[in-house]
């Protein structure tokens, strides 16, 4: 799949890597030593503050794919790949504006909190889980043969141990340190992320003598289809496709659990977001420089290096740090492709830890104790079987990366994730936050429209079917990559028609009054009571200590 | 009543702080004329800044879907219209979540305490009218009781 441009082991990438990850084991051990109980272990104790949420919800946010797949998709199809970071920066208004303060105020530990607080419980929270455990499943597997191919490519080990590693550490941080440690690991992981785009960004611009026109210049004269790299349409050839592909990236991010859930971990609404505004700082950041990578990639490389950068472009990244550090061969050629590699080794095990803990969440919050056991297990009984089921989680995800190996089809499923949380997540969570009438029965049919409706059109997108990028899909009629103009729109239909049609049911347990006025005032919201991990308390706020 | 054990802000856990409120008439509350001018007040930023992003955001794609020679266009030396506009883009996101947290800070905050405030002051003052002082100060279903004191 990748031409691996370290076929040896790369022993000064392990032994930066090994650092990365001392460092992250001495958190996840400070960490277990403060697990005293769900709000800990799915919270970090309402403890952090909102800058430390902003570089976690960015460390959480930034994956693989954005590091290394956008400046990729720059390097080989120019412009089209720069709609990519515009619009998963911009989806971060819609968070901003509609639901990081308002999940805050009435939520716990997950999206169930809020889409099942003033319905019928069960469903509600069942329908919610689906739709968590729908996108963080396709992301986490999208993730995990990812990391194989890229550690394998990068670094020299075996996939398989590639995956199996990247498992390991990813649920020994969940499973030990929950919340707290996967935090931490998020927040380093973002500095590595942003530290390195700094360099090698500074790297490229000296290269062509600071003046960032002539990158564009440079990266034109070196791709052999001229004018046509600085214009859209190389890689996004049907424009539907492409309004299709903002609809999926602006109101997907509203709706993946493991970015809403941490908002859960802040004290109050203001910390909620202050943390947005942190995050979209270093976020924003990231994506222009993206542009330095990827047009800098194109400008130092040149075609020369399309094939070296195997598919997707996925290397041009790393191998353009390697030129930049001197070429291969040299000390610093060798020393910033290490470094590349270790970020992104690092960039990998933040994301996966995030969607584990969000889909354990899911699992033991929602479906066991609230569905299952009616609310009457214990806290620690809760606990325990978010444990278990992050290992399951984590254990399916590993089988089922090393079961399909590294030629896996895993190119549509960071799409379909992002599809199914555009269209199921978030059309339930808004309305529910903002609609009186809604009830159980429409998002119920919401959700698992949206969730339908995304994976069917997923499947018979020309991506998919019948065989990867193929041409014009499974109906000639129907050839979009991305579903979001369609499913998005029959989520919130599935939630309208759900509604309109059912009985207007009883007020389960709250009324919509309820849920309005303390998700828009914090009156009686969670508090924040735990133990950061320098062992600092957290605040109470004024709003929340009434 | 199990029903009444499960929820969020569930009674289950012991840590968190989450008030219940009991006392409060959420209906009341809801209608009270300070929770009213906060909805007004955030909505009236909230509403017209959603509409823009989503407007400037959308006519981006679709110039970028449909438009590509005009995006290709240089401005000065080869930087084109497509890049300045998506740079735009970073710009808005950055402006609009500026300005609304100075907004949130200083006006819809100190709203939102108002709110809160008058919600809780009317629960109480209702709670011990309907059932009397002694009552008020031993509120033995305060933890897990949902009851509501509703105008009939």
């Known amino acids: ?546 | 009543m199990p029903d009444e054990e499960k929820g969020v802000p569930g009674p289950q856990s012991d840590t968190a702080g989450a008030e219940h409120h009991p006392e409060i008439d959420w209906i009341a509350a809801e209608r009270s004329p300070e929770f009213r001018e906060l909805i007004r007040k955030r909505r009236g930023f909230v509403l017209p800044a959603t509409i823009f992003f989503l407007v400037w955001y959308f006519g981006f794609i679709i110039l970028a879907g449909y438009a590509e020679d005009f995006m290709g266009e240089s401005i000065y030396e080869g930087f084109t219209v497509g890049y300045l506009l998506a740079l735009t883009q970073f710009i808005m996101v950055w402006g609009l979540g500026w300005l609304y947290l100075r907004r949130a800070d200083r006006a819809f905050d100190p709203l939102a305490r108002k709110a809160a405030e008058t919600a809780v002051e009317a629960g109480r003052k209702g709670r011990a009218e309907a059932e009397g002082p002694g009552r008020f100060e031993h509120p033995a279903d305060a933890g897990t009781g949902r009851k509501e004191v509703r105008p009939s």
């Open chain 1, 1 to 546: 799949m990748t031409i691996p441009i370290a076929a040896d082991l790369n022993e000064t990438a392990l032994a930066i890597f090994a650092i990365v990850v001392g460092i992250t084991l001495v958190i996840t051990y400070l960490a277990s030593k403060r697990m005293t109980g769900a709000v800990q272990f799915y919270a970090a104790g309402r403890a952090i503050t909102g800058p430390q949420n902003g570089f976690a919800v960015a460390g959480d946010y930034m994956s693989a794919a954005s590091f290394l797949g956008i400046a990729g998709l720059i390097f080989l199809f120019g412009f089209d790949g720069f709609l990519y970071s515009v619009g998963f920066l911009v989806a971060f208004l819609t968070v901003l504006f509609l639901l990081s303060e308002r999940m805050r105020n009435s939520g716990k530990f997950t999206i169930a909190d809020v889409l099942s607080f003033r319905m019928n419980e069960r469903p509600a929270r069942a329908a919610a889980a689906l739709g968590t455990l729908s996108v963080a499943g396709f992301y986490l597997i999208a993730q995990m043969v990812g990391a194989g191919v890229l550690i394998e490519a990068l670094v020299g080990i075996d996939f398989n141990l590639a995956v199996i590693l990247t498992g390991a550490f990813m649920l020994i941080y969940v499973v030990f340190g929950g919340m707290l440690a996967t935090t931490w690991v998020q927040i380093i992981k973002a500095i590595l992320l942003m530290s390195a785009t700094i360099v090698l960004t500074l790297f490229v611009l000296a290269e062509v003598g600071w003046n960032p026109v002539d990158l564009f210049n440079e990266a034109k004269a070196k791709s052999p289809e001229g004018d046509a790299y600085l214009k859209p349409g190389l890689f996004l050839a049907s424009p539907i496709d492409t309004v299709s592909l903002g609809i999926g990236l602006v109101l997907g991010t509203a709706g993946l659990p493991h970015i809403l859930m941490r908002f859960f971990t802040v004290p109050d609404a203001k910390a909620a977001r202050s943390s947005v505004m942190w995050a979209v700082a270093l976020i924003g950041a990231f994506y222009v420089m993206t542009t330095a990578l990827g047009f800098g990639a194109r400008a130092v490389l040149g075609e020369a290096g399309v094939e070296a950068a195997g598919t997707g472009g996925n290397l041009a990244a790393p191998l353009l740090a390697e030129e930049l550090g001197g070429g291969a061969g040299t000390f610093g050629g060798d020393l910033f492709l290490a470094v590349i590699a270790a970020v992104a080794f690092a960039t990998i095990l933040a994301v996966v830890a995030g969607l584990v803990l969000s889909a354990s969440a899911a699992m033991s919050h929602d479906v066991w104790s609230n569905i299952v056991r009616h609310g009457r297990d214990s806290e620690r009984e809760e606990v325990t079987v978010a444990r278990i089921a992050a290992l399951s989680i984590g254990a399916v995800a590993i089988f089922i990366a090393v079961l399909g190996g590294a030629g896996l089809n895993v190119s549509f499923m960071v799409g379909l994730a992002f599809a199914v949380a555009a269209s199921a997540n978030f059309p339930a969570l808004l309305l529910s936050l903002t609609w009186r009438r809604f009830n159980t029965t429409g998002a119920v049919t919401g959700v698992i429209v949206g969730t339908l409706s995304s994976i069917l059109l997923v499947i018979i997108s020309p991506t998919v079917w019948p065989g990867p990028d193929s041409e014009g899909g499974a109906f000639g009629f129907y050839d979009l990559a991305n579903p979001g103009i369609v499913s998005v729109p029959l989520g919130f239909l599935g939630c309208w028609l759900g509604t309109v049609l059912s009985k207007e049911e009883r007020r389960a347990e709250r009324s919509f009054d309820e849920l309005y006025v303390r998700s828009e005032t914090g009156l009686g919201a969670e508090a924040g009571t735990g133990i950061g991990l320098t062992g600092r308390p957290a605040g109470r706020t004024p709003a929340s200590a009434m």
